[in-house]
Structures are given as structure tokens and as C-alpha cells.
């Protein structure tokens, strides 16, 4: 099923969860295009705000390059430009690689029930982001079946079912040790006899090593590939704002050993450096579909390319 679309109140969660990074950052853009002139230090004050924002150094180049080649006359015509080329970064890397968002309107959805694989690093609030997006699944009246397949932390069990009870979603759970194959086989077999929509299957961030957490992970996807008759869905990356670029080489190592299709960014409030963004869709090359916006169920927000660079963009608020 079609998940929730903008609204006027999830735009006012991500301008308000990007307020630090405008402050700290791209705040200083304000005083870098308050001169009409268009000039070495002009560049190098871009150069500076991109970087510190951890929009990466090859990301931030680029962009400048390009902009640069377009030969401003004003520093206004600086802004539009750069505006064009982050929202351009973001909605190239923003094409569907999964059958469940971001599809255009009127493609085929997948036959129920849809299966989502969440993978990323323990720590990056990849329990919390799962029952958010339950919450926003039930609160459009679809059924939904949580696995809890980090079988390899007792809290990460108690902490989903925590999340089943709150938002109305089964919860399907072996002991602490089990196999995480098994607990998704079984809420797969669930989700099928209960005519349920869409089943998110939780898996470990950290094994003994990245070879035996990797290995586990393709086990579980060929587990749903075998049961269901297709791949996963969607594999959703939870990535942690907060981690800037120390985050992404974490995250190379999911992109290397499965096909994640999506990410999303949680945190992002609690970050002076929303520009991680543009490193997330350039060095990454994924879409990022969803953004953490606070800590309650309801502080998630679809990602939307223009308007997160318009909020960015924005003056601070003054206080």
C-alpha cells in the first residue's frame, strides 16, 4: 500500500529537526550571500560551510565546479544555483530500487504481504525507526507483523515488542540466541495466514565480526527470497545522523554485502550537520526516504529532495 505522502506538519518537523544545522552551518550562508559580489572568498566560504557540514569533500567540489562553470554575476544567482545542484544530487539518487516507495503513480505494488529487511549498525536507532514506521503503516489502518530478529540481544527483543504493544503490531520473537532466519521465516508464514500488509524484520548490528554479521544477514535475505518468491521488498539502512562520516563508512560495508534500497536518517534533530544528506546520495548512491525528526512515534517525516534543501537554505530562525 501507498505510504504517507507530505504534509504541512511533516515539512514543520524537518525545518524544525534541521534548525541546529542552519544555526551552526548553513546559517552562515546568510552572511556569505549578503554581498553582491562574486569572488575567491565567496567560494572559499562555501567551500568552508559545505565541508563543515559533512556534505564530504568530493561532494562539496563537485557541486561548486559545477556551479562555478554556470558563471554567476551575483551572489543570489550563487544561491539558486547551489539550490539546484543539492536538490539535483538528492532526487537523482532518489529513483525507486525498491518495490515499495518511491514508486511513481499508478506502479505495481508488490503482493502482500510486503516484507522490509532494516539493517544498520546497533545504536542507530534501528529498533525506534522500525516502530515509527508501524506506527505510520497502522495509522492508515494497515496490518503490520514486527520480527524481531536481532536475536543476538534479549533488549533489542523486549525494546520491539515495547514498540508492538504501543502502536498496535504483532510482534514475532524467538529466545536470545536463535536463529534470525527462523524468526523471519515464521513471521513471513504469519504474515501471510493473517492477511497482514507489511512484515519489517529487525536484524543484528554487530556480531563478533563483520564477516559472521554479514553472512547472517544474506542468510535471512535468502530465507525471504525462498519463502516469499522474491527479494525483500525494501532493505531499509538506518543511518545515524549524528555519526557524520564516520556513519557512512559503516555503511559502505551494508551497501557492499546487501542491496539496500532506501535509508533512512535518524537523528537528524540532535545534529549540527544535516549536510551528511548529500554524502548519503553521492558517495551512497541511495535514496533516503524517511527522516528522524524527534523521539516520539510520531517524529518521522518522508524525505523530499526540495524541500529539506529549501528548510537548509532557510535564515535561522532568531530567538
Do not use: C
Not at 65 to 76: F, G, H, I, Q
Not at 103 to 115: F, I, K, N, S, T
Amino acid at each position: 500500500m501507498r505510504l504517507f505522502r507530505r504534509s504541512p506538519q511533516t515539512d514543520a518537523a524537518t525545518e524544525q529537526a534541521l534548525e541546529r544545522t542552519r544555526k551552526s552551518w548553513f546559517g552562515r550562508l546568510a552572511t556569505v550571500f549578503q554581498g553582491s559580489d562574486v569572488d575567491e572568498a565567496l567560494w572559499e566560504s562555501l567551500e568552508e560551510v559545505l565541508i563543515g557540514a559533512d556534505t564530504g569533500v568530493t561532494t562539496t567540489m563537485d557541486v561548486l565546479d559545477r556551479v562555478r562553470a554556470a558563471k554567476p554575476r551575483t551572489s543570489e544567482d550563487v544561491r539558486e544555483l547551489l539550490r539546484a545542484e543539492l536538490a539535483g544530487l538528492l532526487r537523482t539518487a532518489g529513483d525507486a530500487k525498491g518495490r515499495l516507495w518511491g514508486l511513481e503513480e499508478g506502479a505495481a505494488e508488490p503482493d502482500a504481504p510486503a516484507v522490509v529487511l532494516v539493517v544498520g549498525v546497533n545504536g542507530t536507532g534501528k529498533t525506534t525507526a522500525i516502530g515509527r514506521l508501524a506506527h505510520l503503516y497502522r495509522q492508515q489502518s494497515a496490518k503490520v507483523i514486527l520480527a524481531a530478529g536481532d536475536t543476538y540481544r534479549a533488549a533489542a527483543i523486549e525494546q520491539l515488542q515495547v514498540w508492538g504493544k504501543r502502536v498496535g503490531a504483532e510482534v514475532i520473537a524467538h529466545q536470545q540466541g536463535s536463529d534470525a532466519a527462523a524468526v523471519a521465516f515464521d513471521a513471513i508464514e504469519a504474515g501471510k495466514a493473517r492477511g497482514v500488509d507489511v512484515v519489517f524484520v529487525d536484524t543484528a548490528g554487530r556480531l563478533h565480526n563483520k564477516q559472521n554479521l554479514m553472512d547472517e544477514l544474506a542468510k535471512v535475505r535468502r530465507i525471504i527470497e525462498r519463502h516469499l518468491g522474491r527479494a525483500p521488498d525494501e532493505v531499509l539502512l538506518v543511518l545515524d545522523a549524528t555519526t557524520g562520516q564516520n556513519g557512512l563508512s559503516q555503511a559502505r560495508a551494508f551497501t557492499e554485502f546487501v542491496d539496500v534500497t532506501a535509508v533512512m536518517l535518524t537523528k537528524l534533530d540532535g545534529t549540527a550537520k544535516g549536510g551528511i544528506v548529500f554524502s548519503v546520495a553521492t558517495e551512497l548512491g541511495l535514496p533516503v526516504r524517511f527522516v528522524g525528526t524527534g523521539q516520539g512515534e510520531g517524529d518521522i517525516a518522508p524525505f523530499d529532495p526540495d524541500q529539506f534543501v529549501d528548510s537548509l537554505l532557510a535564515e535561522p530562525a532568531r530567538t
